[in-house]
């Protein structure tokens, strides 16, 4: 099967060099992308000096928008499974067998990394786990799905999924409406064990006031899709 690693990147000057060393070494056996979401950093340099397989934005879309261009570049390109990864080495490449797997055995269409799981790792801070809950219980009572890490960026997608994501994926903090915009669309979603890392440098797109606005925002988003379906 044809397998790309999409991964969207906005100032990972810090990361990056290890993100995909780490990538190239835990699995050889995938193709992958950078998008680049206009950083403003060394970021591009680095990838041009490296020779990474990237591309650029020509404006700032947000983590939605970057992963929805690899997802069309997944698409164009007839890949079998896209699989999401975050690029500030929180994600461990280490993993991608465990969430391939039952996407290869046809046993899911969207896999996503839980930390929740086996509790062990980055946990995330208090307010995010009560935030994270929250999601996850709304997106129970509306989709009749359960999912504990809705906010993983850390899931691969089979074939009829990179399709769909390519023409319809949330612009900004996406994950729990990739979710049920994946039960909604019928999908098999599934959880498996990961451990994450803590980011080491640079800083999260989601941060003092911007909390409160993922919450609002996300919710709404949540209940629109249930009146949509």
């Excluded at 990972?12 to 060393?21: A, D, F, H, P, Y």
């Excluded at 890392?197 to 988003?221: D, F, L, N, P, Q």
Aim: hydrophobic fraction near 35%; include cysteine.
């Amino acid at each position: 099967m044809k397998i790309l690693i999409i991964i969207p990147v906005y100032n990972e000057e810090r990361n990056i060099e290890k993100v995909i060393t780490s990538l190239k070494e835990k699995a050889p056996y995938a193709d992958y992308l950078i998008v680049n979401d206009c950083s403003r950093d060394d970021t591009v340099r680095i990838c041009k000096q490296k020779g990474y397989n990237y591309i650029s934005l020509p404006v700032n879309l947000g983590i939605g928008g970057g992963v929805q261009a690899g997802y069309q570049y997944a698409l164009e390109r007839d890949y079998d499974i896209a699989v999401q990864m975050d690029g500030d080495g929180q994600h461990d490449a280490g993993y991608l067998d465990k969430i391939l797997e039952p996407i290869i055995k046809d046993q899911a269409d969207i896999v996503i990394g839980s930390r929740f799981i086996l509790k062990q790792g980055f946990q995330s801070s208090r307010l995010r786990r009560a935030g994270i809950s929250f999601l996850s219980f709304l997106i129970k009572v509306c989709s009749k799905t359960t999912v504990k890490d809705v906010t993983s960026g850390f899931r691969g997608v089979n074939k009829k999924f990179i399709k769909i994501y390519s023409q319809e994926y949330s612009q900004d903090y996406p994950e729990p409406e990739a979710i049920i915009a994946g039960a909604f669309h019928k999908g098999r979603i599934m959880e498996v064990p990961v451990i994450m890392h803590e980011r080491e440098s640079g800083s999260s797109s989601i941060h003092s006031w911007k909390t409160v606005y993922y919450m609002i925002k996300v919710s709404i988003a949540i209940f629109t899709y249930r009146l949509k379906f």
